[in-house]
């Protein structure tokens, strides 16, 4: 028995012998027994099974993804020189035979030998045993301090220097042909006429401006040998880079390897720079009508093109019998390129 009935069987019987209980004491007694027993739990609300409340899943879009290989010839040569930067690097040499010691030509030249002779008319010529910075007497009281050398004087030109190097060259080989002349020539003159004296002749550098240059060769790497050169091929009457789907689960490395040989051929000795790529392109294609769900998940939404960075190191590309039928090449430098491909 509880506790609670056991209080109101004791207030009902003191009720029966006192009348004078109050009935509204009696009544909280109740409450208070009743708050005592322990509420039955609500009963929890089942979910409504009736309506079907899950989304509809869409399927998520597919692209056809391509290798493109990006093939450059790095610059052979550095750039040409600035107006400015030509007269600069002149003044630094200037300035350089001025602060340097005075150069004793008694060591390398005997007082009074043809040697001696030649190179005091050199000294009479350019007042300085340097032979490429035009005439400049860096010990002159009057003179010695003008180092600077106005923008576009034809002695900052490379041109200029080299010609001045040349002639330096000609005349010394000149000078040793004269003191062993007299021997040679009777040499030579008993030899009979036949024979000819061998003359010795200085190489001069190969000029900046190739004959690729020269006759607009488009095919040649021989060209524009101070910037880079891209390769571009011709296929389906468009200009653009060698490219290639995947195949397989094969990596965009091993794609561009393969897209280099079986469009350009096996005479190119190439490398393909990491395997990141250095950017992509992402195309959609047009929207089409929608049929069935099926259709809809296996259809292809675009295409992503990924451009891998690759150096030719010798050779030449070779279009005959590759796989993708391109018709022609080209190595363009950047603005060049500009106006062969698509812009979309």
């Not at 009348?19 to 979910?47: D, G, H, V």
């Not at 990006?70 to 300035?95: H, I, N």
């Not at 220097?161 to 005349?171: N, R």
Request: hydrophobic share 30%; aromatic share 8%; net charge positive.
């Amino acid at each position: 028995m509880s506790h609670g009935s056991n209080i109101m069987r004791r207030i009902a019987t003191r009720s029966r012998q006192s009348p004078k209980i109050c009935q509204s004491y009696l009544r909280q007694q109740r409450l208070n027994s009743t708050a005592a027993a322990p509420n039955p739990s609500p009963p929890e609300e089942q979910p409504d099974l009736s309506s079907n409340t899950h989304p509809v899943s869409t399927p998520k879009p597919t692209y056809k993804i391509s290798a493109s290989v990006l093939l450059s010839r790095p610059p052979v040569l550095t750039r040409d020189l600035t107006p400015f930067e030509k007269a600069y690097f002149l003044y630094q040499r200037r300035l350089n035979e001025r602060l340097a010691l005075p150069f004793t030509r008694y060591f390398y030249y005997q007082r009074g030998t043809p040697g001696d002779v030649e190179w005091k008319r050199k000294m009479r010529e350019r007042k300085t045993p340097a032979r490429d910075i035009g005439v400049y007497n860096a010990y002159d009281k009057e003179t010695g301090w003008f180092d600077e050398l106005l923008v576009g004087a034809k002695e900052s030109e490379p041109e200029h220097q080299i010609e001045a190097l040349v002639q330096d060259a000609e005349s010394e080989i000149k000078l040793k042909e004269e003191l062993a002349g007299g021997r040679e020539e009777e040499e030579v003159k008993g030899a009979g006429t036949g024979n000819k004296k061998h003359i010795q002749k200085i190489e001069r550098p190969l000029p900046r401006l190739t004959e690729a240059d020269k006759a607009r060769d488009l095919k040649s790497l021989d060209r524009a040998l101070t910037r880079t050169l891209y390769l571009l091929v011709k296929g389906w009457g468009k200009w653009g880079f060698p490219t290639s789907d995947l195949e397989g689960r094969e990596s965009l490395h091993t794609a561009a390897e393969r897209t280099l040989i079986q469009s350009c051929g096996l005479n190119m000795n190439t490398w393909v720079v990491g395997n990141m790529p250095i950017g992509h392109r992402t195309f959609m294609y047009p929207p089409q009508p929608k049929n069935t769900h099926q259709d809809q998940k296996d259809r292809e939404s675009g295409e992503k093109t990924f451009y891998m960075k690759a150096r030719i190191m010798a050779g030449q590309a070779d279009l005959k019998g590759n796989r993708f039928g391109l018709e022609d090449f080209m190595w363009l430098a950047k603005d060049e390129i500009q106006g062969k491909v698509d812009k979309s």
